[in-house]
C-alpha cells in the first residue's frame, strides 16, 4: 500500500506551492510518483521528498519536470523564488549563509549606535541640495517602476559618488543606500539589501544623526527580518530603536517604529500585544505634521499604516479588516506608488481566498496581476505567487482557472532571473 500524501500548505512558502503544483500536474497526467520519477531517471523518493517540500530540487529537476508535466513554463518561472529560497533556509537551519540575511549581523552595529556620542555633522548645502533633488527623482522612479529598471543607474550613482557624499552630506547618503537596500529587497538579494542597510546606518551613527539610524533600525532592517521570515529579530530590532531614540523621534518616525513592532506581535500571533502597539502607531500619526517632519519619513501616511494594519489583520486570520485596510490604503495610495498597489491588491485576494469569496477573489486577483505586470520588481511577482497558491485550493473552479492562466501569461514580463543579481 502506498504512503498517505503529506498535505501541503501552498501558501507557507514557495517550495510548498512548488511541491503542490508538481503533485497536481503530477495527478493530472495520470502519473505515480514511481513514473514521474522513471521518467526523470530518478528515484521515486525524490519526487516523494520534493512535492512534499522537504527537498529543495535542483533548477535541472524543476526544467524537466516543466518539459515532462506539459507546465508550458509554469515551473519554470518560480526558479528565482526557489533560489532565494535556497539562501533563506541555510540561514534558518545554521546560522546563516554569506550571501543571504544573517539576523545575527545586525547585533554590533545597533549597539553601536545606542552607545554612539558622536556629534551631529554640518552638511554643505549646496551640495546635499543637488543630491538630495537627484535622490527624490530615483525614490519616484523607483516607486513607479521597479528595481529592476532602476537599480542599475543607483548602483552606478553610489560607486562614483558615495564617498564624496558621506563626507558632504551624510544624511542624503545614507538615503542613496537606504534605497538601495529597499531595491535590493525589490531584487530579491536580501543579503544584498542588509549590507547596504548596515552600511547606511554605519554613516548614520558616525554622524551623529540618531533618528535616521533609528528608523533604518527599525523600518529598514526590522521590515527585512520580517521579510526573510524572522520576527523575534524584527520585534528586537524596534524596541531598540524605539528606546535608543527616545523623546527624540517625531510622531511619524514613532508611529513606523511601532509598526514593525506590531507585524512582529502579528506573525507570533500576539494579538493583544498588536493591537497595543497599533493603537500607539496611530496616535502618533495623528499627531503628525508632514512640515515638522524630517523629508525621508514624510512619506508615511495613513495608506502606509493601512497597509501595515491590513498585514498585521491578515497574519492574525482577522480578514474582514484585513480586507477593508488593504482597499482602503489602495484607494489612498498615490498613483505613482504601483508596487504597493500591487501587494496590497494581492494581500486582499489572499485574504479573500482564505475567507471562501472564490469570486471576489478572482476579481480582487486581476487588479494585483495588472499592477504587478506594470512594475519590474521581483517582491511583487513574488507576492503574486503566494497569492495563486491561496486560490490553488479552489483550482476546479473555472473563475480560479481562468485567474491563474491569466497570471501565467502574464508572468514572464513579471520574473526576469537576472534581477536576482544586481551588481553590487
Same mark, same amino acid.
Given at each position: 500500500m502506498g504512503q498517505t500524501p503529506k498535505d501541503l500548505q501552498p501558501t507557507r512558502s514557495v517550495l510548498h506551492f512548488l511541491g503542490a503544483e508538481i503533485r497536481r500536474l503530477r495527478l493530472g497526467a495520470g502519473m505515480s510518483q514511481a513514473d514521474l520519477g522513471k521518467a526523470l531517471f530518478v528515484h521515486k523518493d525524490l519526487i516523494r521528498r520534493v512535492e512534499a517540500a522537504e527537498?529543495?530540487?535542483?533548477?535541472d529537476l524543476v526544467e524537466q519536470c516543466d518539459a515532462t508535466l506539459g507546465a508550458n513554463g509554469r515551473l519554470h518561472r518560480l526558479l528565482p523564488m526557489l533560489q532565494r529560497e535556497r539562501?533563506?533556509?541555510?540561514?534558518r537551519d545554521v546560522g546563516g549563509a554569506a550571501s543571504g540575511f544573517r539576523s545575527e549581523a545586525t547585533d554590533r552595529p545597533v549597539l553601536d549606535w545606542l552607545l554612539s556620542t558622536a556629534p551631529v555633522r554640518r552638511s554643505d548645502a549646496a551640495d546635499q541640495h543637488a543630491a538630495a533633488?537627484?535622490?527624490?527623482v530615483l525614490r519616484e522612479a523607483d516607486h513607479r517602476h521597479g528595481a529592476g529598471l532602476t537599480y542599475p543607474g543607483l548602483a552606478r550613482t553610489l560607486a562614483e559618488s558615495l564617498e564624496a557624499l558621506t563626507r558632504c552630506a551624510p544624511q542624503v547618503a545614507v538615503g542613496y543606500l537606504e534605497l538601495a537596500g529597499y531595491e535590493a529587497v525589490d531584487l530579491g538579494n536580501d543579503g544584498m539589501a542588509q549590507q547596504r542597510y548596515l552600511r547606511a546606518l554605519e554613516i548614520a551613527t558616525g554622524?551623529?544623526?540618531?533618528? %535616521?539610524?533609528? %528608523? =533604518?533600525?527599525?523600518?529598514? =532592517?526590522?521590515?527585512?527580518?520580517?521579510?526573510?521570515?524572522?520576527?523575534?529579530?524584527?520585534?528586537?530590532?524596534?524596541?531598540?530603536?524605539?528606546?535608543?531614540?527616545?523623546?527624540?523621534?517625531?510622531?511619524?518616525?514613532?508611529a513606523a517604529c511601532r509598526t514593525v513592532l506590531a507585524r512582529a506581535h502579528a506573525r507570533r500571533g500576539e494579538r493583544v500585544a498588536c493591537a497595543a502597539a497599533l493603537l500607539l502607531a496611530e496616535r502618533d500619526l495623528a499627531r503628525s505634521r508632514r512640515s515638522e517632519e524630517p523629508s525621508w519619513i514624510a512619506y508615511f501616511g495613513e495608506a502606509d499604516l493601512?497597509?501595515?494594519?491590513?498585514?498585521?489583520?491578515?497574519?492574525?486570520? =482577522?480578514?474582514?479588516?484585513?480586507?477593508?485596510?488593504a482597499a482602503q490604503a489602495v484607494a489612498a495610495l498615490e498613483?505613482?506608488?504601483?508596487r504597493r498597489k500591487a501587494i496590497d491588491s494581492a494581500l486582499s485576494t489572499a485574504s479573500l481566498a482564505r475567507s471562501r469569496q472564490v469570486d471576489h477573489a478572482c476579481a480582487m486577483a486581476r487588479q494585483a496581476i495588472d499592477h504587478a505586470t506594470a512594475?519590474?520588481?521581483?517582491?511583487?511577482?513574488?507576492?503574486?505567487? =503566494?497569492?495563486?497558491?491561496?486560490?490553488?485550493?479552489y483550482s476546479d473552479q473555472p473563475e480560479v482557472r481562468d485567474v491563474v492562466e491569466y497570471a501565467h501569461t502574464r508572468l514572464p514580463v513579471l520574473v526576469n532571473p537576472a534581477m536576482t543579481s544586481p551588481p553590487s
Amino acid at each position: 500500500m502506498g504512503q498517505t500524501p503529506k498535505d501541503l500548505q501552498p501558501t507557507r512558502s514557495v517550495l510548498h506551492f512548488l511541491g503542490a503544483e508538481i503533485r497536481r500536474l503530477r495527478l493530472g497526467a495520470g502519473m505515480s510518483q514511481a513514473d514521474l520519477g522513471k521518467a526523470l531517471f530518478v528515484h521515486k523518493d525524490l519526487i516523494r521528498r520534493v512535492e512534499a517540500a522537504e527537498r529543495t530540487p535542483s533548477d535541472d529537476l524543476v526544467e524537466q519536470c516543466d518539459a515532462t508535466l506539459g507546465a508550458n513554463g509554469r515551473l519554470h518561472r518560480l526558479l528565482p523564488m526557489l533560489q532565494r529560497e535556497r539562501v533563506l533556509r541555510p540561514a534558518r537551519d545554521v546560522g546563516g549563509a554569506a550571501s543571504g540575511f544573517r539576523s545575527e549581523a545586525t547585533d554590533r552595529p545597533v549597539l553601536d549606535w545606542l552607545l554612539s556620542t558622536a556629534p551631529v555633522r554640518r552638511s554643505d548645502a549646496a551640495d546635499q541640495h543637488a543630491a538630495a533633488d537627484q535622490l527624490r527623482v530615483l525614490r519616484e522612479a523607483d516607486h513607479r517602476h521597479g528595481a529592476g529598471l532602476t537599480y542599475p543607474g543607483l548602483a552606478r550613482t553610489l560607486a562614483e559618488s558615495l564617498e564624496a557624499l558621506t563626507r558632504c552630506a551624510p544624511q542624503v547618503a545614507v538615503g542613496y543606500l537606504e534605497l538601495a537596500g529597499y531595491e535590493a529587497v525589490d531584487l530579491g538579494n536580501d543579503g544584498m539589501a542588509q549590507q547596504r542597510y548596515l552600511r547606511a546606518l554605519e554613516i548614520a551613527t558616525g554622524a551623529g544623526d540618531r533618528l %535616521y539610524g533609528g %528608523y =533604518l533600525i527599525a523600518v529598514s =532592517l526590522g521590515h527585512l527580518a520580517l521579510h526573510c521570515g524572522d520576527p523575534e529579530q524584527a520585534a528586537r530590532l524596534a524596541r531598540a530603536s524605539l528606546r535608543g531614540i527616545g523623546t527624540a523621534a517625531t510622531p511619524a518616525i514613532r508611529a513606523a517604529c511601532r509598526t514593525v513592532l506590531a507585524r512582529a506581535h502579528a506573525r507570533r500571533g500576539e494579538r493583544v500585544a498588536c493591537a497595543a502597539a497599533l493603537l500607539l502607531a496611530e496616535r502618533d500619526l495623528a499627531r503628525s505634521r508632514r512640515s515638522e517632519e524630517p523629508s525621508w519619513i514624510a512619506y508615511f501616511g495613513e495608506a502606509d499604516l493601512g497597509d501595515e494594519r491590513a498585514h498585521c489583520f491578515f497574519d492574525l486570520g =482577522l480578514h474582514a479588516p484585513a480586507q477593508r485596510e488593504a482597499a482602503q490604503a489602495v484607494a489612498a495610495l498615490e498613483p505613482h506608488r504601483i508596487r504597493r498597489k500591487a501587494i496590497d491588491s494581492a494581500l486582499s485576494t489572499a485574504s479573500l481566498a482564505r475567507s471562501r469569496q472564490v469570486d471576489h477573489a478572482c476579481a480582487m486577483a486581476r487588479q494585483a496581476i495588472d499592477h504587478a505586470t506594470a512594475i519590474s520588481s521581483f517582491r511583487s511577482a513574488h507576492r503574486i505567487v =503566494l497569492m495563486l497558491a491561496e486560490l490553488q485550493p479552489y483550482s476546479d473552479q473555472p473563475e480560479v482557472r481562468d485567474v491563474v492562466e491569466y497570471a501565467h501569461t502574464r508572468l514572464p514580463v513579471l520574473v526576469n532571473p537576472a534581477m536576482t543579481s544586481p551588481p553590487s
